[in-house]
Nanobody, 121 residues
Framework: VQLVESGGASVQAGGSLRLSCVAS????????MGWFRQIPDKEREGVAGIGSDGSTSYADSVKGRFTVSQDSAKNILYLQMNSLKPEDTATYYCATGYVGGALLGPQSYSYWGQGTQVTVS
């Protein structure tokens, strides 16, 4: 499975972005997937996840602002980010290859994209 993220940009606080993660090599709709973010010298943290049954989970810091969704026909995972804050600045990664555990736990996934940078000022 290969994952390629896109959509990262520099935006002003209060703005919106939609990140995309295109998956190849397998059908994403059958698996749990997640969005994570990381800043230098910090551990990667879970932002949003979607289960194989379509259920979703969010970090407290993004609840009500971020929405995860997927287009199974196109094999794309999305992260709609609204009301962005400077503390949302990070490199965002999508992940799949769920091996069990917490949906927002980085250790629960075995395949990762290369990341896309989001900067909020």
């Amino acid at each position: 499975v290969q994952l390629v993220e896109s959509g990262g940009a520099s935006v002003q606080a209060g703005g919106s972005l939609r990140l995309s993660c295109v998956a190849s090599g397998d059908t994403i709709g059958r698996y749990c997937m997640g969005w994570f973010r990381q800043i230098p010298d910090k551990e990667r943290e879970g932002v949003a996840g979607i289960g194989s049954d379509g259920s979703t989970s969010y970090a407290d810091s993004v609840k009500g602002r971020f929405t995860v969704s997927q287009d199974s026909a196109k094999n794309i995972l999305y992260l709609q980010m609204n009301s962005l804050k400077p503390e949302d600045t990070a490199t965002y990664y999508c992940a799949t290859g769920y091996v069990g555990g917490a949906l927002l736990g980085p250790q629960s996934y075995s395949y990762w994209g290369q990341g896309t940078q989001v900067t909020v000022s």
